[in-house]
């Protein structure tokens, strides 16, 4: 079956999140992999933000940053450029500059992942930037707004220090703007991160007024419409105007904006400060890198892909992912950098730098009394001396076995401390306890013991006029801790090599697919008789690729695939188990089997509505957007004369606030095609907000270009469609907003853009105990920062069940989903445990509390035992159900009462000393 | 008489509460040494007993640091650990205690700053109270 | 189960006032199950008893235990050791626990550290309501299955009085009418003229209206 593929690691240019993303991905399915970055440290654009949206995780980017140093894998690169990359697909060649010395690296293939650059709008004259001190960027404004930027996220404008009271935000700055900063397209971020901005402004002081100027307000992903609501009930306000100048008011230092309403009135308006909402570039520097090596470009200078593969590039062996591959968001990026490591998993055999770490036994290990090894980490800029306060001070504690500096090779060093001082648990002091739990875990499971016979002391906050009453009552207590750790229960369990899709749309096939490529048997179970799922309903992607070719395509290669087994008909009705092993039971035709699997992909799609509006099924010339095309014949456009598209149908309204994303470039892609067609046919594209994100905004363009009118309605005056019978004429009514009147299109046919809706979503999570959204669709993992990952560990998911979007992107996010399934697959054993509850069965008074009371609904009773049972693999350790069990039955050995209920005792003991 | 200076335990989560620690430790603020810390995999972990024992081994204040009510990863840790100081605040309200000696506060990275802020807020707040019970000869 | 709720900590401070050793005896039977009587509650009220002495300058060495059941005497007996060496015993079972303590151990001081409240069960977490008035003899199969002496206010045996309105009870808002359920479901399941069937009136012997109950089962007595 597996053609000879040739072998090698991978080089990751970037060390951005999507670099990140895709060392970690490559990393885990074995690639050694080096990651190349031009600053002196890795996180790219995302440090330099205040808070992400819509849920902050910038906290999380640092233990990704950690899992990099740490992966014997990943060698990372810091300061250091590629200038020149050469060879062919498996023995390519780059050369890397670092601090002026150029090296030639080997690699099998190449991921670039740099990443975007701002706008720089000095030179766009009427927003006075630079020149008024008032106008700054919104990459300015959240330094400012940072609390460990110089304002100490206290904002104060520029020019006299004072705190803002109403602040401007200008949108598209460097977006959808061809005359006059040649960037058609749109950044897609913008509108996001400027109600990000506006709404933090507003959380923190609450008398300042907020306002945003936008032309359309473009909040298209997973949960983007609640932010905006949200935003608006945190009075942000809102106005649709381009403002066209900013103006200096005399020495008072305040900013005139003049801008006109939709019906041409014009008004000034004094704000304290203005924030220019800058968009996206791809960066320069790799731009030039990207031509020399001969990489397409499409017009845009984005690297151009297909859209049925879109993080290949025009040379084989070069991928791409993040803001080279468009202006994308952080989870649209984070899933193409995974996809990119499944794209190079099907081409590549992984060349791993280091072998997979031999874990000793050591059973001669005795855990009384305890000896603790005290080791510490000093952090950059911590001052040295603090070193020898940690030894004078640990030294003076019983129990105490031995203290040591940690520093390079922090594994190898504590492996070899612990040893000499014939410790049996470790207490690890540094300035960032959860970057190095990770170590101190690997050393223990390299020393033989379990990983869990540690504690930690935190090193920060520390004052220095009081640093040795401070340090020694944190390392009493430290010491006090490890001294009551005991083992936490452990089970290492076999890695069932088989991966299960749920769902035979693209996303599905194409998630298949790339786990079958890399070597994993994969299992597809379909609920309808044909494969294709919605994308039968669609002629072509927005950018215009033949869709019907693509599936056939697809299909044919799924059925072929010998490591396929697809069952249509079918339904998984239960499924059990835990990351690794699961166990899914599939009826299929009244037959029920059973699948043992080691990671999922869910993948079960969405429906669009049908509508009880717009006379939808009174008529036959009115269509919905997935019937359009199969049901208009040539002829008959060839003779229409208007045409009237209606946006919205169903989505943005108070019970299905999403926004279906997808009907507004299908909208103009059909248009455009029907313009092709006939081009006297007079379209009509009735919408609320023009969402063309990204370069889809070059569609808008071109079709306003072609002549197709665009009427905004809003949610209080729809329009109305009247026809008198099925085949009678059709009319629509709209209010035009700029005429200020009511217009009427005598229309030949309507198509109306349904909101896309998580029918399925429901079952599937009750069957496989996910979570869902508040849209309804899959929730993605608490952990965050891992779009692609349900809330259950080892099950993934991809397309529409995760919110509407195109096709292109579904398939980056299903290849994307395979390779996070791979990173399961390709590993041997899982370890389940650790840092969980479990049930003392004897003192259970099976009283429901627990099962009540888990977030994550794991505990269940055990009839047969008589008591709880919480099951190891899939508890989370937040201790919850140990808080709140009336009979003190559940116990977590990670953080026991014994050591909540005596922290007092050892801190206030010994300060009455 | 020297001034007094309460004793204060705070519990606070290992998530969110920790990254506003970094924040807090990146702006060079320092924690006073009266206020003695313990972390928690999650607020959720508190319970009612926890907080009262600091009470009885004679501390003059308790405080909590959990997440943002959204951003918890475990969904309601910090929920639970808001009840749970309710609970808290009106035994101490029997006992004849302040119940403003125990708070329970939200962080994150964003409000990082307020992670060292507290522990000044709360010892200024506490110092103005005086102490919480007298010394006992056993 | 028995449903029972803390008593206020300040009417135990009252009781244990000037006692210097305290034992706080939980249960591991009902009150467990409505967190109230359990080995968590009792830690917590223990906590509670030791810092108000603290306060006025006390050390009170509070113990805490927490039996089996302390509605049978073996699981009593358990204690029989460490009551003595205490001034009093706070027991944070049902009403049953403090009576059969006082029993056994007669020269102890004896306190009810909850106050029962009624047979009912959780309807959520953290809430509980009352199903069963112990009346003596089970009428339930009239009504749907539910209970009209337990959860009609009035314990009214032949329909809703005119306190009823819009399925809930004139008392509280909270408190459904039951009278309305019962009718509403006799109509759902086309079975209300099950309802008008006489019925002879309800002897409450068996109640409490009989005095205190006493239950014997030869088969089961030595």
């Given at each position: 079956?597996?053609?000879?593929?040739?072998?090698?690691?991978?080089m990751?240019l970037?060390?951005?999140?999507?670099?990140?993303?895709?060392?970690?991905?490559?990393?885990?399915?074995?690639?050694g992999?080096?990651?190349?970055?031009?600053s002196?440290s890795?996180?790219?654009m995302?440090?330099?933000?205040?808070?992400?949206?819509?849920?902050?995780?910038?906290?999380?980017?640092d233990?990704?940053?950690?899992?990099?140093?740490?992966?014997?894998?990943?060698?990372?690169l810091?300061?250091?450029?590629?200038?020149e990359?050469?060879?062919?697909?498996g023995?390519?060649?780059?050369?890397v500059?670092?601090?002026?010395?150029?090296s030639?690296?080997?690699?099998?293939a190449?991921?670039?992942?740099?990443?975007i650059?701002?706008?720089?709008?000095?030179?766009l004259?009427p927003?006075?930037?630079?020149?008024?001190?008032?106008?700054?960027?919104?990459?300015?404004?959240?330094?400012?707004?940072?609390?460990?930027?110089?304002?100490?996220?206290?904002?104060k404008?520029?020019?006299?220090?004072?705190?803002p009271?109403?602040?401007a935000?200008l949108?598209c700055?460097?977006?959808?703007?061809?005359?006059?900063?040649?960037v058609p397209?749109?950044?897609s971020?913008?509108c996001?991160?400027?109600?990000k901005?506006?709404a933090?402004?507003?959380?923190t002081?609450p008398?300042?007024e907020?306002?945003?100027f936008?032309?359309?307000?473009r909040?298209?992903?997973?949960?983007?419409?609640?932010?905006?609501?949200?935003?608006?009930?945190?009075?942000?306000?809102?106005?649709?105007s381009?403002?066209?100048s900013?103006?200096?008011?005399?020495?008072?230092?305040?900013?005139?904006?003049?801008?006109a309403e939709?019906?041409?009135?014009?008004?000034?308006?004094?704000?304290?400060?203005?924030?220019l909402?800058?968009?996206l570039?791809?960066?320069?520097?790799?731009l030039?890198?990207?031509?020399?090596i001969?990489?397409?470009?499409?017009p845009?200078?984005?690297?151009?892909?297909?859209?049925?593969?879109?993080?290949?590039?025009?040379?084989?062996?070069?991928?791409v992912?993040?803001?080279?591959?468009?202006?994308?968001d952080?989870?649209?990026?984070m899933?193409?950098?995974?996809?990119?490591?499944?794209?190079?998993q099907?081409?590549?055999?992984?060349a791993?730098f280091?072998?997979?770490?031999?874990?000793?036994?050591n059973?001669d290990l005795?855990?009384?009394?305890?000896?603790?090894?005290?080791?510490?980490?000093l952090?950059?800029g911590?001052?040295?001396?603090?070193?020898?306060?940690i030894?004078?001070?640990?030294?003076?504690f019983?129990?105490?076995?031995?203290?040591?500096?940690?520093?390079?090779?922090?594994?190898?060093?504590?492996?070899?401390?612990f040893?000499?001082?014939?410790?049996?648990?470790?207490?690890?002091?540094?300035?960032?306890?959860?970057?190095?739990?990770?170590?101190v875990e690997?050393?223990?499971?390299?020393?033989?013991?379990?990983?869990?016979?540690?504690?930690?002391?935190d090193?920060?906050?520390?004052d220095?006029?009081?640093?040795?009453?401070?340090?020694?009552?944190?390392?009493?207590?430290?010491?006090?801790?490890a001294?009551?750790?005991?083992?936490?229960?452990l089970?290492?369990m076999?890695?069932?090599?088989r991966a299960?899709?749920?769902?035979?749309?693209?996303?599905?096939?194409?998630?298949?697919?790339?786990?079958?490529?890399?070597g994993?048997?994969?299992?597809?179970?379909?609920?309808?008789?044909?494969?294709?799922?919605?994308a039968r309903?669609?002629?072509s992607?927005?950018?215009?690729?033949?869709?019907?070719?693509?599936?056939?395509?697809l299909?044919?290669?799924?059925?072929?695939?010998?490591?396929?087994t697809?069952?249509?008909?079918?339904?998984?009705?239960?499924?059990?188990?835990?990351?690794?092993?699961?166990?899914?039971?599939?009826?299929?035709?009244?037959v029920?089997?059973?699948?043992?699997?080691?990671?999922?992909?869910?993948?079960?799609?969405a429906?669009?509505?049908?509508?009880?509006e717009?006379s939808?099924?009174?008529?036959?010339?009115i269509y919905?957007?997935?019937?359009?095309?199969?049901?208009?014949?040539?002829?008959?456009?060839g003779?229409?004369?208007?045409?009237?598209?209606?946006?919205c149908v169903?989505?943005?309204?108070?019970?299905?606030?999403?926004?279906?994303n997808?009907?507004?470039?299908?909208?103009?892609?059909?248009a455009?095609?029907?313009?092709?067609?006939?081009?006297?046919?007079?379209i009509?594209?009735?919408?609320?907000?023009?969402?063309?994100?990204?370069?889809?905004?070059?569609l808008y363009?071109?079709?306003?270009e072609?002549?197709?009118?665009?009427?905004?309605?809003?949610?209080?005056?729809?329009?109305?469609?009247?026809?008198a019978?099925?085949?009678?004429?059709?009319?629509?009514?709209v209010?035009?907003?700029?005429?200020?009147?009511?217009?009427?299109?005598?229309?030949?046919?309507?198509?109306?853009?349904?909101?896309?809706?998580?029918?399925?979503?429901r079952?599937?999570?009750?069957?496989?105990?996910?979570?869902?959204d508040?849209d309804?669709?899959l929730?993605e993992?608490?952990?965050?920062?891992?779009?692609?990952?349900t809330?259950?560990?080892?099950?993934?998911?991809?397309g529409?069940a995760?919110?509407?979007?195109?096709?292109?992107?579904?398939?980056?996010?299903a290849?994307?989903?395979?390779?996070r399934?791979?990173?399961?697959?390709?590993?041997?054993?899982?370890q389940?445990?650790?840092?969980?509850?479990?049930?003392?069965?004897?003192?259970?008074?099976?009283?429901c509390?627990?099962?009540?009371?888990?977030?994550?609904?794991?505990p269940?009773?055990d009839?047969?035992?008589?008591?709880?049972?919480?099951?190891?693999?899939?508890?989370?350790?937040?201790?919850?159900?140990?808080?709140?069990?009336?009979g003190?039955a559940?116990?977590?050995?990670?953080?026991s009462?014994?050591?909540?209920?005596?922290?007092?005792?050892?801190?206030?003991?010994?300060?009455?000393k | 008489?020297?001034?007094?200076v309460?004793?204060i335990?705070?519990?606070?989560c290992?998530?969110c509460?920790?990254?506003?620690?970094?924040v807090s430790?990146g702006?060079?603020?320092?924690?006073?040494?009266?206020?003695?810390?313990i972390?928690?995999?999650?607020?959720?972990?508190?319970e009612?007993?926890?907080?009262?024992?600091?009470?009885?081994?004679g501390?003059?204040?308790v405080y909590?640091?959990?997440c943002?009510?959204?951003?918890?990863?475990?969904?309601?840790?910090i929920?639970?650990a808001?009840?749970?100081?309710?609970q808290?605040?009106?035994?101490?309200?029997?006992?004849?205690?302040?119940?403003?000696?125990i708070?329970v506060?939200?962080l994150?990275a964003a409000?990082g700053?307020?992670f060292?802020?507290i522990?000044?807020?709360m010892?200024?707040?506490?110092r103005?109270?005086?102490?919480?019970s007298m010394?006992v000869?056993? | 189960?028995?449903?029972?709720e803390?008593?206020?900590?300040?009417?135990?401070?009252?009781?244990?006032k000037g006692?210097k050793?305290?034992?706080?005896?939980?249960?591991?039977?009902?009150?467990?199950?409505?967190?109230?009587?359990?080995?968590?509650?009792?830690?917590?009220?223990?906590?509670?008893?030791r810092i108000?002495?603290r306060?006025?300058g006390?050390?009170?060495?509070v113990?805490?235990?927490?039996?089996?059941?302390?509605?049978?005497?073996?699981y009593?007996?358990e204690?029989k050791?460490?009551v003595?060496?205490y001034?009093?015993?706070?027991?944070?079972?049902c009403?049953?626990?403090?009576?059969?303590?006082?029993?056994?151990?007669?020269?102890?001081?004896?306190?009810p550290?909850?106050?029962?409240?009624?047979?009912?069960?959780a309807?959520a977490?953290?809430i509980?309501?009352?199903r069963?008035?112990?009346?003596g003899?089970?009428?339930?199969?009239?009504f749907?299955?539910?209970c009209?002496?337990?959860?009609?206010?009035?314990?009214?045996m032949?329909g809703p009085?005119?306190?009823?309105s819009?399925?809930?009870?004139?008392?509280?808002k909270?408190?459904?009418?039951i009278w309305?359920?019962?009718?509403?479901?006799?109509?759902?399941?086309?079975r209300?003229?099950?309802l008008?069937e006489?019925?002879?009136?309800?002897?409450?012997?068996?109640?409490?209206?009989?005095g205190?109950?006493?239950?014997?089962?030869?088969?089961l007595v030595?």
């Amino acid at each position: 079956m597996a053609k000879k593929i040739p072998k090698g690691s991978v080089m990751v240019l970037g060390g951005g999140i999507a670099g990140i993303q895709a060392s970690l991905s490559l990393a885990g399915a074995g690639y050694g992999v080096y990651l190349v970055e031009r600053s002196h440290s890795l996180g790219g654009m995302i440090p330099n933000l205040h808070r992400i949206y819509p849920l902050c995780a910038c906290c999380k980017l640092d233990s990704r940053i950690d899992a990099c140093n740490q992966h014997p894998n990943i060698r990372i690169l810091l300061d250091s450029t590629v200038d020149e990359i050469s060879g062919t697909l498996g023995d390519m060649k780059a050369s890397v500059t670092t601090d002026g010395r150029t090296s030639e690296i080997k690699a099998g293939a190449i991921v670039l992942a740099t990443g975007i650059e701002t706008f720089d709008p000095s030179g766009l004259e009427p927003y006075s930037y630079g020149r008024h001190p008032n106008v700054v960027t919104s990459v300015e404004y959240e330094q400012m707004q940072r609390p460990l930027g110089p304002e100490k996220g206290v904002v104060k404008r520029p020019s006299d220090g004072k705190e803002p009271r109403r602040i401007a935000w200008l949108q598209c700055v460097g977006s959808r703007d061809v005359n006059r900063c040649k960037v058609p397209y749109c950044s897609s971020v913008c509108c996001m991160y400027a109600l990000k901005e506006a709404a933090n402004t507003r959380d923190t002081s609450p008398e300042t007024e907020t306002t945003v100027f936008y032309m359309d307000m473009r909040t298209h992903g997973k949960g983007y419409e609640n932010y905006l609501n949200n935003a608006v009930s945190k009075g942000v306000r809102l106005i649709r105007s381009r403002v066209h100048s900013v103006n200096q008011t005399a020495d008072t230092g305040d900013v005139a904006l003049s801008w006109a309403e939709e019906n041409g009135t014009l008004n000034e308006e004094i704000f304290d400060m203005v924030v220019l909402s800058v968009g996206l570039k791809p960066s320069a520097q790799t731009l030039a890198l990207a031509e020399k090596i001969g990489i397409e470009l499409n017009p845009d200078h984005y690297v151009s892909s297909d859209p049925f593969n879109p993080v290949s590039t025009s040379v084989p062996g070069v991928f791409v992912c993040g803001g080279m591959a468009g202006p994308n968001d952080i989870g649209q990026s984070m899933g193409q950098a995974s996809a990119a490591a499944a794209e190079i998993q099907r081409v590549l055999a992984p060349a791993p730098f280091a072998k997979p770490a031999d874990y000793p036994q050591n059973n001669d290990l005795k855990l009384s009394p305890p000896k603790i090894l005290v080791a510490y980490h000093l952090c950059g800029g911590m001052d040295e001396e603090l070193g020898a306060e940690i030894e004078k001070i640990a030294e003076g504690f019983q129990n105490v076995a031995g203290v040591r500096r940690i520093d390079e090779a922090a594994v190898s060093s504590l492996v070899e401390a612990f040893k000499k001082t014939k410790a049996n648990r470790i207490l690890f002091a540094s300035c960032t306890p959860s970057s190095h739990k990770p170590v101190v875990e690997e050393a223990l499971k390299r020393s033989g013991v379990n990983p869990y016979l540690y504690d930690t002391v935190d090193l920060r906050v520390l004052d220095p006029s009081d640093v040795s009453n401070q340090l020694r009552d944190r390392i009493r207590m430290g010491v006090a801790r490890a001294s009551l750790v005991s083992p936490a229960a452990l089970v290492s369990m076999k890695v069932e090599k088989r991966a299960l899709v749920v769902g035979g749309g693209p996303a599905g096939l194409e998630s298949a697919l790339s786990l079958a490529d890399a070597g994993y048997p994969v299992t597809l179970v379909e609920r309808q008789e044909e494969l294709g799922g919605n994308a039968r309903h669609i002629k072509s992607t927005w950018q215009g690729g033949n869709v019907a070719q693509y599936l056939d395509g697809l299909i044919r290669k799924t059925k072929d695939h010998p490591g396929i087994t697809v069952m249509t008909r079918a339904e998984v009705v239960s499924n059990h188990g835990s990351c690794g092993s699961f166990i899914a039971a599939v009826l299929k035709e009244g037959v029920r089997s059973e699948i043992r699997y080691g990671a999922g992909i869910l993948a079960p799609g969405a429906e669009t509505i049908v509508p009880a509006e717009y006379s939808y099924g009174k008529n036959s010339r009115i269509y919905l957007w997935s019937e359009l095309f199969a049901k208009l014949d040539s002829a008959f456009i060839g003779k229409a004369r208007n045409a009237v598209f209606i946006q919205c149908v169903g989505s943005r309204e108070p019970q299905m606030p999403h926004c279906s994303n997808l009907c507004c470039s299908f909208a103009l892609r059909s248009a455009l095609d029907l313009k092709e067609q006939n081009p006297d046919l007079n379209i009509y594209i009735l919408f609320r907000e023009m969402r063309a994100f990204g370069e889809r905004e070059n569609l808008y363009r071109a079709a306003r270009e072609k002549g197709i009118i665009f009427i905004r309605y809003d949610l209080n005056s729809k329009p109305a469609v009247h026809s008198a019978g099925r085949d009678e004429i059709i009319t629509v009514t709209v209010q035009e907003p700029i005429l200020g009147r009511p217009v009427t299109i005598e229309a030949d046919f309507i198509s109306l853009q349904s909101a896309i809706a998580p029918t399925g979503c429901r079952e599937t999570a009750k069957v496989f105990n996910v979570e869902l959204d508040p849209d309804g669709f899959l929730a993605e993992a608490p952990e965050k920062l891992r779009p692609l990952d349900t809330t259950m560990k080892g099950l993934f998911m991809a397309g529409l069940a995760v919110y509407p979007k195109d096709i292109t992107e579904s398939i980056a996010q299903a290849r994307g989903a395979a390779a996070r399934a791979a990173e399961i697959l390709a590993q041997d054993e899982v370890q389940i445990g650790g840092l969980v509850a479990e049930v003392n069965s004897a003192r259970c008074a099976e009283c429901c509390t627990c099962v009540r009371t888990c977030p994550f609904g794991v505990p269940r009773i055990d009839y047969e035992k008589g008591a709880a049972y919480i099951d190891p693999a899939l508890c989370r350790g937040c201790g919850m159900c140990v808080a709140e069990c009336p009979g003190k039955a559940i116990v977590m050995s990670s953080m026991s009462d014994e050591t909540l209920n005596g922290a007092p005792a050892v801190f206030f003991a010994a300060a009455a000393k | 008489m020297s001034e007094f200076v309460p004793k204060i335990m705070a519990f606070y989560c290992s998530n969110c509460a920790t990254s506003a620690a970094k924040v807090s430790h990146g702006m060079s603020k320092t924690m006073p040494s009266n206020v003695h810390m313990i972390h928690v995999p999650c607020t959720g972990r508190i319970e009612t007993l926890h907080l009262l024992k600091p009470f009885e081994e004679g501390a003059d204040g308790v405080y909590v640091a959990g997440c943002q009510h959204d951003s918890c990863q475990y969904i309601g840790g910090i929920a639970k650990a808001e009840k749970r100081v309710l609970q808290v605040k009106k035994i101490l309200e029997q006992l004849g205690i302040d119940p403003g000696r125990i708070e329970v506060f939200s962080l994150s990275a964003a409000l990082g700053y307020r992670f060292v802020d507290i522990a000044w807020e709360m010892t200024e707040k506490i110092r103005r109270m005086g102490p919480a019970s007298m010394s006992v000869n056993p | 189960m028995i449903v029972a709720e803390a008593k206020p900590i300040s009417e135990i401070l009252t009781m244990v006032k000037g006692l210097k050793k305290v034992l706080v005896l939980g249960c591991k039977g009902c009150v467990t199950v409505c967190n109230v009587g359990g080995a968590k509650e009792a830690g917590i009220l223990a906590s509670s008893i030791r810092i108000a002495g603290r306060k006025e300058g006390i050390m009170v060495d509070v113990g805490e235990h927490t039996l089996e059941r302390q509605c049978d005497p073996e699981y009593i007996e358990e204690v029989k050791d460490i009551v003595p060496s205490y001034d009093a015993v706070v027991s944070i079972a049902c009403g049953v626990g403090p009576q059969f303590l006082s029993e056994r151990y007669p020269g102890a001081k004896v306190f009810p550290g909850v106050n029962t409240k009624f047979m009912g069960g959780a309807v959520a977490h953290g809430i509980w309501s009352e199903r069963c008035a112990g009346c003596g003899t089970c009428v339930i199969h009239y009504f749907g299955g539910m209970c009209p002496i337990a959860r009609c206010s009035k314990s009214l045996m032949n329909g809703p009085c005119g306190g009823s309105s819009h399925g809930k009870c004139e008392i509280s808002k909270d408190v459904d009418c039951i009278w309305d359920m019962i009718v509403r479901k006799a109509m759902d399941q086309g079975r209300l003229n099950d309802l008008l069937e006489f019925r002879p009136p309800k002897s409450w012997t068996t109640a409490r209206d009989g005095g205190p109950r006493r239950m014997i089962r030869e088969e089961l007595v030595k």
